[in-house]
């Protein structure tokens, strides 16, 4: 079982490794979290701010394609663990720009990658190392109404997103086999919970739905998902970290296949239930619009989880209900967030307090 000492985290600033580094901060006392984000529009530094000034917490703001700052943090802090989640990650945004996903998910993995392997190679370091590939279930492609993703499924991303994924899940891939980096990945189902930005499917239908906005819905809505909240993500991340097979590839699901329809559905009834009623008075399903499918759109996504469960004993723990309720009630509680996270003002604040370094 690997000893998790001084753990490089990128991307920490965002949803997922928000919500990674404030588990780990609990989890492991003893080790030394170095955040290295770029501080994008979906990276809030304040989200952080719990653990800020903690000794064996540091935060430096940077980019991970910047190979020099990279390398200097592998050896300053003597860094024996990477924790990879820093990606661009909204399709959408992928279809209209894809150079920054290309330049980011794979130029950025392999800077990563490199230093790993140049601080690592040849020395005592390399042993115990840990080196976990943060992956999306979309690079499998698309599935039919039956079947689920499992650790074998070839390769079809449909995406210039998913695409630039499986690009860096190969590098991380390649590292291994090459150079016997000790490199893991994980693919991960959709994840919902506090801190994501305002711009993916559930925020934006729970904000919108409050504001009594339309809620755009892409195509007829049975497009289908399996939601994993993320506090679960995160504890498979550290379960595998902790005990997972060096070179292999766990997937991570709940099990929780919903349309999107439904899903949004779903919001609709519990913000009725939970916020002030709409000023005409009308149910907030009467909100929804269906609008013009996205360019390769995958219809469904289903993650097999058998092998992380059976080698690794992780289990979903958060009822699908439970948490799409908890997360409801987080944005209604987090006005602020909300706020600064649209008018991008947390960036502002950000820049002023923390220069690159």
């Not at 991970?64 to 820093?86: K, N, P, S, W, Y």
């Not at 490199?183 to 739905?209: D, H, R, V």
């Amino acid at each position: 079982m690997a000893v998790l000492r001084h753990i490089l985290v990128t991307g920490g600033c965002g949803f997922i490794g928000t919500n990674f580094i404030l588990m780990a901060a609990k989890l492991l006392p003893g080790a030394k979290i170095v955040c290295l984000d770029k501080l994008t529009y979906a990276g809030n530094l304040k989200n952080l701010h719990s653990i800020e000034g903690q000794e064996h917490f540091r935060f430096v703001r940077g980019d991970i394609c910047d190979a020099q700052l990279v390398e200097g943090i592998f050896v300053q802090e003597g860094i024996d663990t990477v924790v990879h989640f820093a990606a661009e990650s909204h399709v959408d945004r992928s279809i209209d720009g894809p150079a920054e996903f290309m330049r980011t998910n794979i130029m950025g993995s392999f800077t990563l990658l490199e230093a790993a392997r140049k601080h690592w190679l040849d020395s005592d370091r390399m042993k115990g190392a840990r080196f976990l590939h943060v992956s999306t279930d979309e690079v499998y492609g698309s599935l039919g109404d039956t079947g689920l993703f499992t650790e074998t499924t070839p390769y079809d991303p449909r995406s210039p997103y998913s695409a630039s994924k499986a690009s860096s899940d190969h590098l991380a891939s390649a590292y291994h086999h090459t150079y016997g980096l000790p490199s893991l990945i994980t693919n991960c189902s959709n994840n919902y919970g506090p801190y994501q930005f305002p711009e993916k499917l559930l925020p934006l239908m729970i904000l919108n739905a409050c504001e009594g906005k339309p809620l755009p819905i892409y195509g007829d809505g049975k497009n289908v998902r399996d939601w994993l909240h993320v506090a679960d993500h995160c504890r498979g991340i550290a379960a595998c970290l902790t005990g997972g097979r060096v070179s292999e590839r766990y997937n991570i699901g709940a099990g929780n296949e919903r349309t999107n329809i439904e899903i949004v559905r779903m919001i609709c009834d519990l913000l009725d239930e939970l916020a002030e009623p709409l000023a005409s008075n009308e149910p907030r399903r009467s909100l929804i619009r269906f609008v013009a499918d996205r360019p390769g759109h995958d219809k469904r996504y289903a993650i097999d989880a058998s092998k992380i469960k059976g080698e690794l004993g992780w289990e979903p723990s958060v009822d699908f209900a439970e948490g799409i309720r908890d997360t409801i009630r987080w944005y209604l509680d987090n006005p602020e967030w909300v706020k600064a996270a649209r008018d991008g003002s947390w960036r502002e604040d950000c820049g002023k307090e923390h220069p690159a370094v």
